[in-house]
């Protein structure tokens, strides 16, 4: 299988928790590698604009609220298969749905404090990297 790239957000939830090794332990434990990671405080503008596609969804308020009521954790994981794999390390959205041994199951508080973001494709991971990071500072 090719080796790519994907996209992980550690969210509020989990970095308040002090879990940003915990999370990342499991994410390379699953065969990634952090190639890009950055700690920011997204901006409401950056956090709306990240979620755009969840604009018209009942709980986009409360989504961009959590997202930017703390630092988060954003890092560009490398592996084969990057997407498929990180998203099977993150269990379901709703941690009540996760199966056990995922970052979800093990970690996460509730369907919106779910501890960890990844992209659901490939199309979207390019674009979700190029939204917070340049290219040379993706340095394997
Ligand atoms: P994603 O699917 O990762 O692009 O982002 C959607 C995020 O919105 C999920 O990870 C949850 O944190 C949140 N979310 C999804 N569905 C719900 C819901 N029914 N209520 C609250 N938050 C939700």
Redesign the pocket.
């Known amino acids: 299988m090719a080796v790519t790239r994907t996209f992980s957000i550690i ?1 509020p939830d989990a970095t308040k928790r002090n879990l940003t090794g915990a999370v990342t332990k499991m994410l390379e434990d699953a065969g990634l590698r952090v190639v890009a990671s950055k700690r920011i405080h997204m901006t409401r503008d950056q956090a709306e604009g990240f ?1 755009a ?2 604009k018209d ?3 986009f308020g ?2 961009v609220d ?1 997202m930017i009521s703390g630092p988060v954790v954003v890092q560009v994981l490398e592996g084969e298969g990057a997407m498929q794999r990180n998203r099977d390390i993150m269990g379901a ?2 941690p009540k749905d996760a199966a056990p041994g995922t970052i979800r199951a093990e970690l996460a508080e509730s ?4 501890t960890v ?2 992209s ?1 494709s490939d199309e979207n991971a390019a674009i979700e990297i190029a939204y917070f990071f340049k290219p040379e500072e993706l340095v394997g």
């Open positions: 969210k979620y596609v969840h969804r009942p709980f409360e989504l959590f959205t709703n369907i919106e404090a779910n973001h990844g659901d």
